[in-house]
């Protein structure tokens, strides 16, 4: 069935430094791919998303490429603050109704 | 802007106790579910509801029941609590399926199974 698998946690930077959080999928057909994030305490939301193959999601500095001959949706953002603290999560659309999520990766960013 | 709210935030039990958790959307939006978090194990989908009217099974319906009571409201039931049952419940709405479009998440509820 599909899948998708993301680096484990957590991933702890400083300020300023470059980020990248890597996702990789299985699937048939071809899903949809999306990052959300989850700041403390808080529900998740979305951050970007991609359709199709070499489609480029960008949002807040944050970008990911859909990478079909890799199955690949790496996350990567160039300089990171410390408000980016929270935790990223993969999905593919599976269904119409239905998102193949990720465990999540925790991002922590050192002032 | 209320969005997506859930009841209880926190709540405790003991198992075999009974309980629901309310989600209430202000977005007009025709799809509404239901899922867990658990550490390690991302967002699993107990339940949804494409439309008012229909509800359908996710991945890990067992234990649950649910209600779409009208378009705003997508209640969640457990009727026998069990610790396995433990986890931080989120509901969620988007304008139709989650093909293309946007999930909005509520702030959780935290339930504890004891």
């Known amino acids: 069935g599909n899948s998708v698998t993301q680096m484990e946690g957590p991933v702890t930077l400083s300020e300023e430094a470059f980020l990248t959080i890597n996702c990789t999928y299985t699937?048939?057909?071809?899903?949809?791919l999306f990052w959300y994030v989850q700041y403390p305490g808080e529900g998740l939301q979305l951050l970007l998303k991609?359709?199709?193959a070499d489609d480029k999601g960008s949002n807040k500095g944050f970008e990911a490429t859909y990478r079909k001959e890799t199955t690949s949706f790496h996350l990567e953002k160039g300089s990171v603050q410390v408000s980016d603290s929270a935790v990223y999560f993969c999905?593919?659309?599976?269904?119409?109704?239905?998102?193949?999520w990720g465990a999540g990766t925790k991002l922590i960013i050192k002032p | 802007n209320a969005g997506v709210t859930q009841t209880p935030k926190f709540q405790v039990l003991k198992t075999g106790q009974s309980m629901t958790l309310q989600c209430a959307q202000d977005?007009?939006?025709?799809?509404m579910y239901w899922y867990r978090q658990d550490p390690g194990m991302g967002l699993r989908l107990i339940y949804y509801?494409?439309?008012?009217?229909?509800?359908d099974k996710g991945e890990v319906p067992n234990g649950y029941n649910v209600s779409r009571l009208n378009k705003r409201e997508f209640s969640l039931r457990l009727e026998s609590a069990a610790p396995s049952q433990t986890s931080v419940y989120f509901c969620?709405?988007?304008?139709?399926?989650?093909?293309?479009?946007?999930?909005?998440f509520g702030e959780g509820s935290r339930l504890t199974v004891l």
């Open positions: 991609a359709t199709k």
């Open positions: 999905a593919l659309s599976d269904l119409d109704y239905q998102l193949i």
């Open positions: 969620a709405s988007s304008v139709a399926g989650v093909g293309t479009g946007e999930l909005f």
């Open positions: 977005m007009n939006h025709n799809s």
């Open positions: 509801s494409a439309s008012e009217g229909t509800t």
């Open positions: 699937a048939t057909g071809y899903p949809s």
